[in-house]
């Protein structure tokens, strides 16, 4: 059997036709890639693991930087345009190098004009250091008393360290307002131990949630944190706690858990029972809905199997570990797989839709995403993200782009609608509309619900359009209103 090395990625998007199509996107980089630095030491870290940010229609990242004993030295932070190139209003040509032995210099927070490292500094997008922010000798900039950081919607700045939170203000000075002078003691069960971690998942302007991971084959679940009061919500799930396994047989491992951002604090959930039947394993997804509670209107009764190991053409695949990927409705699950003769590493993608059916993707209910030849054994780590209709592939030091289309969107119209009108989606510049009955007009609306374009006629010109998601709101000759999305490249 050929050794496997794994870690899993669960993604979805939202169409009701069962066929998805990936096209590599020529227009990013050369050719859909895009390549920062050097195949080196450092490359591997261009990964979730630092937390790759969209910035409306730009790309934030970093990479560490190491000496040749492989020491880090630095870190490098990267802004990138849609097209893939280097953002010339950002650093110096799109780049700058921060000096640092810090290894907790990610960047915990970015958007257009400023970041925050998790050593407590923060910088301006023009590369510049704000020298006013906090103070060096504060708790904030002592990273190794600090579970995470988050900046709240209100701008203001937590620290969830292990037996508190500690409430900073948008200056980096503590938020005396706060607590007791800017600190709330947790609840004692909710210090984090190598035995109680808990990892964020979500948060809001009060709630803390975090996924508490298995810890001697005990359940995962997730807890509901009031920022305020630094205790569990006890009206969530079961005394504070929801429990997310569905059917496995202990012993069960998370494998990873994300937030539906459409969504009113629902969470998709991937576990697997690491036990084998033949050469099957089981894994399963499951989701909760804003109470905390197994969401049995999701697959089967709740849950949705599906092989985490498994033979495909005469390779040993196994599911990945990561936190899943959401986009909208549909569930696309990432394995690994790799060659100890020839070094080979391959991923694969299996898709599933929120009934359990299997989806195809490129035709392929086993599609085989990437390939890496001869790699030495030296294991490649692939991240996914997704962007309006694009996905995203990080590996080592290169980045590739995928364009995510369908012919039709939709994800409640009866069989009859969906073969009644279409249209081909994504669009570009022109929308044309195939209808067997004749439209009376057409409506399209961005995602602020504001009315930007419509028209009588079945094709429509929708070239002054950004890119983005738009609902599309088709009347026919008989009234019959039918509401689509549709996504503007």
């Known amino acids: 059997m050929k050794k496997i090395i794994s870690a899993v990625i669960v993604l979805h998007f939202a169409y009701s036709h069962a066929q998805i199509t990936l096209t590599k996107d020529l227009s990013f980089g050369n050719n859909g890639t895009v390549q920062l630095g050097t195949t080196d030491i450092s490359s591997y870290h261009l990964s979730d693991y630092n937390a790759p940010t969209f910035q409306d229609d730009k790309l934030f990242v970093n990479q560490p930087i190491y000496d040749v004993s492989g020491s880090l030295v630095g870190r490098k932070f990267y802004r990138l345009n849609h097209n893939g190139s280097l953002d010339a209003t950002f650093g110096t040509n799109g780049e700058f190098t921060v000096s640092t032995t810090n290894y907790n210099s990610n960047s915990f927070y970015a958007d257009t004009n400023k970041f925050y490292l998790d050593s407590g500094e923060k910088y301006f997008s023009n590369g510049l250091q704000d020298t006013g922010f906090g103070n060096v000798n504060t708790p904030l900039a002592n990273n190794d008393l600090s579970h995470y950081k988050i900046v709240l919607p209100d701008g203001k700045i937590i620290a969830r360290n292990p037996q508190n939170i500690k409430k900073y203000l948008s200056t980096g000075a503590p938020d005396t307002t706060y607590g007791n002078n800017g600190v709330v ?19 809001d302007q009060n709630f803390l949630y975090e996924v508490v991971l298995d810890v001697d084959n005990l359940p995962t679940y997730i807890r509901k944190i009031n920022i305020t009061t630094g205790n569990l919500d006890l009206s969530y799930g079961q005394n504070g706690n929801s429990y997310f396994y569905g059917t496995l047989a202990p012993p069960i491992y998370s494998l990873g858990s994300s937030y539906m951002p459409q969504s009113n604090a629902l969470f998709i959930h991937n576990t697997d029972s690491n036990t084998m039947s033949g050469v099957v394993a089981t894994g399963q997804l499951t989701r909760t809905n804003a109470a905390g509670i197994l969401d049995t209107s999701f697959g089967v009764s709740g849950v949705i199997n599906y092989p985490s190991f498994h033979t495909f053409n005469g390779d040993d695949y196994i599911v990945t570990v990561n936190d899943p990927t959401l986009y909208e409705n549909y569930i696309f699950i990432l394995f690994f797989s790799f060659d100890n003769a020839t070094g080979d590493q391959k991923f694969e993608l299996m898709s599933y839709d929120y009934s359990g059916n299997p989806i195809t993707i490129n035709n392929n209910l086993h599609y085989i995403f990437q390939v890496f030849y001869n790699t030495n054994s030296f294991y490649k780590n692939l991240v996914l993200k997704v962007k309006d209709n694009y996905l995203y592939a990080f590996v080592e030091n290169e980045i590739s782009r995928y364009i995510i289309s369908n012919a039709t969107l939709s994800t409640s119209e009866n069989k009859e609608t969906k073969e009644s009108l ?4 994504p669009f570009q510049n022109e929308l044309n509309f195939n209808s067997k009955e004749k439209i009376k007009s057409i409506e399209i609306y961005d995602e602020t619900g504001r009315l930007v374009l419509e028209g009588k006629n079945s094709t429509l010109d929708t070239s002054a359009l950004k890119r983005g998601i738009y609902m599309i709101k088709i009347t026919t000759q008989s009234n019959k209103v039918v509401s689509k999305k549709g996504i503007k490249n």
């Not at 003691?185 to 948060?203: C, I, M, Q, R, V």
Request: charged letters at 15%; zero cysteines.
């Open 185 to 203: 003691a947790l609840d004692p069960s909710l210090e984090f131990t190598l035995d109680n971690p808990g990892g964020l998942k979500y948060f």
């Open 422 to 425: 279409q249209f081909i989606n």
